[in-house]
């Protein structure tokens, strides 16, 4: 058990932590051992080897028929990381009730003023043990008046109380070999894995109305709980001789080497496993208007091990980099099909077309992302306007939610996230639904929330990025809403010659890079030589070239912590060319577009302002008008040229490429970057 949890816990170090810890059952279900530490898994493990030198109970072999274990890697949201702090939580200091959570509880203030008030005590300043706590109180006044008071009813009387988003497990000494896992907002799926080869292919939904209780005396109390089950379409096998393991996970990457074989829990789902049966519960607020799936369907994860191992390469950023030829390639596989007889490209995303109408009809498209994402947004914003004809506007999520901004039924709302699981960008999606606009949803992660949650989508079929800076992920985002307009555009005559072209560029693209990924490798490595000691860095561009300016300079402060900043080119007169002196580092983007004049007018006024320090521009091979800047202060870096709407592309490797080698020669963490967490889920 402990071997298994701690793979587990590995394969999710990618999302980010700073803490972590395991609950296993030690001489018996209801003697729960809980180990916990700061920092790295491979510390919680060396923790694990000491407590195992000196607790007789983990010293003796013991084999039991049913057991529980949690784990949790936490990421801070309520007080800093320390052994109080990390999960799993416990009611008090027998560990009646354990709990692993992610997610943010919004009235935990209230809660634990109450809780207080009735004299409970708390280690951590963590909201998930006001959870916890919680839950010891609700059994304590329950279970005087229902004496058989079943754990997953006690969950919902505990869910009624909470407010925020959650993915919950727990387990309980009152509940040996028992476990009760649910979510609302946050991520978790299911595995299941049947050493007899007997499979479920689904499982039946069971209905509990938040308004089913009754009240004594102001404290809450569950009638009791009686639901019929069909042994056949719960999961309760009817011999009782289940043989195998059900598996839960924020990520699916963390089971995926013990099952392949997944449901996704929905908002409000309760899942209960006891004696090796699994019974689904949906517990909601009004049965008649709420719609749900009935069931809960098994799916095959497509997981293949070599996706998330290093190979040969040192970090899974370097490693990420590099795949891109391959990634690119994935995104574009079955899409984009050349006639051999007539050299004609077409493009077929069977993702969108059940919705095509409708968002061919749209007033305004509005592309609502975070980070990385929302860069790949405006990366492509002007093809798509281009293509379409119709406006398009791009929305950081977290502001999108702020302001509330008016939508309506002609509006399409795309959604584009690596995960499929960012918090900020789930909200928007809701807000959209709201408003019964059209929504697409754009991920990598089959599965996910907002893969389940839109009308349609493209699955960018990138393969699995484990390094917490997007790399491969943020490049095959761009190439599928490029190939979005271009779907959107298929009957246009007037734009097939523009069409034909970025699809020819598209298709050579993969081939373009895998030739020039070394070269530009060596010149970035010699550039972060140059970089290592600057405390800033200046990125400037326009047109296509501005969201690359904001997507280097973000890769460049989440890895190597060095401030630096992305400025429209058009923008350098307005107040940003204060800043230039001999000391600060100025990278430029000038491509081949139409922007080229202007781009190369800011340029000399930064030169006009500099006698010395690091200039570089960053164009396509061979340009004759950038050429004649080499040796003159400015060192170029050289990448091959594509469709303009397209160079983004292939310009954001060296800054890839130049914030890894930063990272690495200043020491730290490219795969892990402090503070920062791989799927922004709270």
Same mark, same amino acid.
């Given at each position: 058990? /402990?071997?298994? @949890? ?51 109970? *983990? ?30 939580? =416990? ?31 708390? %280690? ?38 909470? &407010?925020?988003? $959650? ?17 609302? !907002? ?59 393991? $059900? ?13 392949? %074989? ?23 607020? #009004? ?35 590099? &795949? ?9 596989? !079955? ?17 969108? %077309? ?42 950081? #999520? ?32 809701? $807000? ?14 089959? !599965? ?6 839109? =009308?349609?989508?493209?699955? @960018? ?32 005559? =007037? ?5 034909? &072209? ?23 490595? !010699? ?9 800033? /860095? @200046? ?17 460049? %402060? ?12 058009? &923008? ?44 570089? /521009? ?7 008008? *950038? ?23 292939? =310009? ?31």
């Amino acid at each position: 058990m /402990i071997d298994v @949890l701690l793979t587990g816990l590995h394969r999710l170090e990618y999302r980010g932590y700073d803490s972590a810890g395991i609950a296993v059952d030690g001489a018996g279900p209801d003697d729960p051992i809980v180990i916990k530490e700061v920092g790295s898994i491979s510390k919680l493990e060396n923790r694990v080897k000491e407590v195992a030198s000196c607790d007789n109970r *983990m010293k003796e072999d013991v084999h039991f028929n049913d057991s529980v274990g949690i784990a949790h890697t936490r990421w801070a949201t309520h007080g800093p990381p320390s052994r109080e702090n990390s999960h799993p939580h =416990s009611s008090g200091p027998e560990d009646n009730f354990l709990v692993v959570h992610n997610g943010i509880i919004t009235n935990n203030t209230v809660l634990r003023d109450m809780l207080t008030g009735y004299g409970v005590k708390f %280690k951590s300043q963590t909201d998930s043990e006001t959870v916890v706590k919680l839950m010891q109180f609700l059994y304590d006044q329950l279970i005087q008046s229902i004496p058989d008071l079943p754990f997953p009813r006690l969950v919902m009387e505990v869910l009624r109380q909470l &407010e925020g988003a $959650y993915a919950f497990v727990f387990r309980s000494r009152m509940y040996p070999n028992e476990l009760v896992a649910c979510r609302l !907002g946050s991520p978790l799926v299911v595995g299941t894995k049947d050493y007899r080869g007997t499979e479920r292919d689904v499982f039946k939904v069971n209905k509990i109305s938040q308004n089913d209780k009754v009240s004594n005396g102001g404290t809450p109390v569950t009638p009791q709980f009686s639901i019929v089950l069909d042994k056949q379409e719960t999961g309760i096998h009817p011999d009782g001789g289940f043989k195998g393991e $059900y598996l839960f996970s924020s990520d699916a990457g963390a089971i995926g080497e013990r099952t392949d %074989k997944v449901f996704y829990m929905e908002d409000n789902d309760v899942v209960h496993v006891r004696r090796g049966n699994l019974e689904v519960f949906n517990f909601h607020a #009004a049965l008649d208007d709420h719609v749900f799936s009935d069931n809960r369907i098994i799916s095959t994860l497509p997981f293949e091990l070599e996706t998330i191992m290093r190979g040969s390469f040192d970090h899974y950023m370097l490693k990420e980099i590099y &795949e891109q030829p391959e990634s690119l390639t994935s995104t574009m596989r !079955g899409r984009i099909k050349k006639d051999e007889s007539t050299g004609r490209y077409e493009i077929h995303l069977g993702g969108v %077309k059940s919705r095509l109408r409708d968002i061919l009809s749209s007033s305004r498209i509005i592309f609502v992302a975070c980070g990385s994402s929302y860069h790949a947004c405006l990366a492509a914003r002007q093809v798509v306007e281009e293509l379409t004809d119709v406006p398009v506007s791009v929305e950081l #999520a977290s502001d999108f939610n702020d302001r509330r901004c008016p939508l309506f039924r002609s509006d399409t709302c795309v959604f584009v996230s690596q995960s499929g699981e960012t918090k900020d960008t789930l909200e928007s999606l809701s $807000y959209a639904k709201g408003a019964d606009a059209v929504t697409v949803g754009v991920v990598n992660v089959v !599965g996910s929330e907002i893969s389940r949650q839109t =009308s349609c989508g493209i699955h @960018l079929n990138a393969g699995s990025e484990i390094g917490v800076a997007s790399t491969k992920a943020y490049t095959s985002q761009i190439v599928a809403l490029v190939m979005f307009a271009l779907q959107l555009s298929h009957d246009r005559c =007037s734009k097939d010659v523009r069409r034909q &072209e970025i699809l020819a560029a598209l298709h050579e693209m993969p081939y373009q890079i895998e030739s020039s990924i070394k070269r530009i490798d060596e010149v970035t490595l !010699g550039l972060a030589k140059s970089l290592e000691q600057s405390a800033s /860095i @200046l990125l400037s561009g326009r047109g296509f070239q501005f969201a690359t300016c904001l997507e280097g300079a973000l890769k460049i %402060k989440e890895v190597s912590y060095t401030h630096t900043e992305g400025i429209h080119s058009g &923008e350098l007169k307005h107040g940003p060319l204060a800043l230039i002196d001999d000391d600060m580092p100025v990278i430029f983007f000038a491509a081949s577009d139409n922007t080229r004049d202007r781009v190369k007018s800011a340029l000399e006024q930064v030169l006009a302002r500099r006698s010395s320090g690091v200039f570089v /521009i960053v164009c396509t091979e061979d340009d004759p008008d *950038m050429v004649k800047y080499r040796g003159t202060m400015c060192e170029l870096v050289e990448v091959p040229k594509t469709a303009d709407c397209l160079q983004s592309i292939i =310009s954001i490797l060296p800054m890839q490429l130049l914030s890894y080698h930063l990272a690495v020669r200043r020491g730290h963490n490219v795969d892990q970057p402090r503070h920062l967490a791989k799927s922004v889920t709270v």
